[in-house]
C-alpha cells in the first residue's frame, strides 16, 4: 500500500487530538483510504509539553517551508488557529502541490475566495469539515450528496461556548455573568470570551456555510452580528412565557430580496428541533427544496470530535493521492 | 460537458419524485457534477398515469434489457420496491457495467454480501442512501467522513408510520387501533401495515447500517424484531410518568460480547435528542470513538426527500463517470 504522508502545523488541543485520532483509529483510517497515513513532519515550538501520545523529537520542525517543500509530504494539516501565518502558510502548501486541511474558520471565513482560488489553481483539494460545528459532517454534506437540492434557508447553532450560557441561565434562571464566570472556570469559555459571546466566532462559521450552500461569499464583518452579553434573565423568562427558547441563530435564508443573513439571538419555538440542542451541543438545520427539512446535530468543538473531522477530510483526500 | 445516461426502473410514487427532483435542481446538478444528467430509458407499465413531470412516451419500455443491454446508458436506478425483481435486475445491471442506485431497502438488506461483491467484481459503483432514513445523508456519512471513527453505537428512528402512530398516541392518548386508522386515511400508513407496525421495515433498514457501521451483515430475519401492535395507552403513560417516551428503536451496540442489535418498542428519557422526534420524522444517532455523539433528522420517507437522497447519489457517481 502506498504512504501518504502529512504534514502538521500546530500541536495544540486540536492537533493533539487530531493526532490521536489518527493513532486511535489508524487500522480503520488507512483500510477506509486504502493507504498508509503517517504524519511525518509537525511545526511547534512546544516540543517538551506532555501530550497523551506518541511523537518522536525528530518529527517536531521550526520550519514551515520543511514542509511546504518536502516532495514527499502530500497532506498539510493546518491546525495554528488564527488568520496569519494560517492563510500565508495554507497559500504557501497549496502553491507546492499539497493538498490543505484546515480547522480554522477565521482563516477560511477571512480568505475565502483566495484559497479556493489559490487550490483550484494548483490542482489540490482544500477541505475545512472541522471548521463548522466541529465533529459534525455538514459541509461534507451539503457540497456532496445533498447538492441534489436548491437550499431554501440555514439555521446554526454554531457555538458551544454561548449556547452552553444561554441553556444554564434558561435552566437555572442565573445572570450572564455568573453563568460565564462558571463556563469559564469549567473551560467551556474563554478567558477573553469576546469572539464566542459577540458572535464572531459564529459569523465566520455562517460566512463559509452561504459560501458553500448558496455559493455566496460574504465577509464575516459584514454579517449583521450581535452577541449574547445583552441577554437578560427577564429575556429568557419572557421567551419561555410564550413557549420559546432564546439561542444564538446563525441565519441564511432565500427570499424575493435575495439572500438575507443574520447572527442574533433569536427566540425558537420549543417545538422545533434546534430548542431542544442545549449546552455545548451545536446543530445545523437545513431546508433544501427536495429533501425538505434536515438536522445536524452534534459536538461543536473539543479535540476529539474537532480530530475526527479533521481526519475524516484528511481520509477522502488519502483515498485519491493514495491511488 | 459529457452527458451521463441514467435509466430508471419504475415510475411509482418514488420514481416520480426522483424525476422530478432532476427535473427542478437540474442546472445545480449539473453544474456539481460537471455533467450533463439524462433519464433515457423507464422501465414502467403504467404509461397513461398522470404525473407532474414531463415525460416523453418513446421513453418508456417494458423490456428491463433494453436498459441493461444499452451501452449508452452509465446508470441504472432501481425503483421497483420489493426484493424481486428487483434484486435479480440490479445484479443484471451491474453484470453490464452499469453503476447501480437504489431506494430499496428490502433488497438491499435480503442480497447484502451478493449486491456489494457483484458492484465491486464489475468495477460499478453501488449506492443506497434512499434505502435507510430516505432524505438524510446518513449513509454518504458513515461510509465516508465518518470513518475516521469507530462506531460504538447506532441507535435509530427508522419508520415514520409507527413513528407518527406512538406520537399521536403520546400526544393525544388515543389507542393504537385508532391513531392506525387516522395514519391510513392520511396516507401515513399502508392499507396492510404488517411490514411496518411488526418492525420489519426498520429490521431491513437496521440490517443495512449494521453491515456499513460495523462490516457485519446480519440478515433481517436473524434481528430479534418486535414492532408496535402491542403498546397500551397504560404503557405510554407509565413511560411518561417515569419521564420518558416509548420510541421503535433499531439498536446496535458493541459490547463485550459482540455486537448487540434489536429493533423493539423502547423507553427513551425525554432529555436524550431521540426523544424529540416527532410523527413522520426519522433520525438516526450515531456514537463514535472520536467524534462522540451525533445526531441526523429528516424526512424518512416521501416522493421528494427520497429523490433527494436518490439524485445525491447519482450525483455521485456521475462525478465520476462524468470525467
Redesign the interface.
Known amino acids: 500500500m502506498k504512504i501518504v504522508k502529512v504534514g502538521l502545523l500546530g500541536l495544540g488541543n486540536i492537533g493533539t487530538?487530531t493526532y490521536k485520532?489518527l493513532e486511535?483509529?489508524k487500522a480503520?483510517?488507512e483500510a477506509?483510504a486504502e493507504c498508509k497515513i503517517e504524519i511525518t513532519k509537525i511545526l511547534e515550538r512546544d516540543v517538551d509539553r506532555k501530550r497523551d501520545i506518541t511523537v518522536v523529537p525528530e518529527q517536531f520542525t521550526q520550519d514551515p517551508d520543511s514542509i511546504f517543500q518536502d516532495p514527499e509530504i502530500d497532506i498539510v494539516i493546518e491546525l495554528l488557529g488564527g488568520i496569519e501565518p494560517a492563510s500565508t502558510f495554507m497559500l504557501s502548501a497549496m502553491k507546492n502541490g499539497k493538498h490543505v486541511v484546515t480547522a480554522n474558520k477565521a482563516a477560511v471565513a477571512a480568505n475565502f475566495d483566495r484559497l479556493m482560488k489559490t487550490a483550484k489553481e494548483n490542482h489540490v483539494d482544500f477541505r475545512f469539515?472541522a471548521s463548522v460545528g466541529g465533529?459534525?459532517?455538514i459541509l461534507?454534506?451539503i457540497t456532496?450528496?445533498?447538492?441534489?437540492?436548491?437550499f431554501e434557508e440555514i439555521l446554526g447553532i454554531l457555538n458551544g461556548t454561548t449556547n452552553y450560557i444561554l441553556t444554564q441561565m434558561t435552566e437555572y434562571g442565573l445572570p450572564y455573568g455568573d453563568v460565564l464566570k462558571k463556563a469559564q472556570e469549567k473551560g467551556f469559555a474563554e478567558a477573553d470570551p469576546t469572539a464566542d459571546v459577540e458572535g464572531i466566532d459564529v459569523a465566520n462559521k455562517l460566512s463559509i456555510l452561504m459560501a458553500l450552500a448558496f455559493d455566496t461569499y460574504v465577509a464575516p464583518e459584514d454579517i449583521p452580528t450581535t452577541g449574547i452579553t445583552d441577554i437578560t434573565r427577564a429575556d429568557i423568562t419572557d421567551a419561555a412565557v410564550n413557549g420559546c427558547k432564546i439561542k444564538l441563530i446563525a441565519s441564511a435564508k432565500k427570499t424575493e430580496n435575495g439572500l438575507e443573513y443574520s447572527v442574533k439571538p433569536t427566540r425558537i419555538p420549543n417545538s422545533h428541533?434546534l430548542a431542544?440542542i442545549n449546552n455545548e451541543f451545536n446543530a445545523v438545520f437545513v431546508r433544501?427544496?427536495?429533501?425538505?427539512?434536515?438536522?445536524?446535530?452534534?459536538?461543536g468543538a473539543?479535540p476529539?470530535?474537532t480530530?475526527?473531522?479533521v481526519?475524516?477530510?484528511?481520509?477522502?483526500i488519502a483515498k485519491l493521492c493514495g491511488r
Open positions: 487530538g485520532t486511535m483509529n480503520q483510517i477506509a469539515e465533529g459534525i459532517p461534507n454534506a456532496t450528496v445533498l447538492r441534489s437540492n436548491q428541533p431542544t433544501g427544496n427536495a429533501v425538505d427539512e434536515l438536522m445536524f446535530y452534534g459536538k473539543g476529539l470530535p480530530g475526527s473531522a481526519m475524516g477530510d484528511v481520509l477522502e
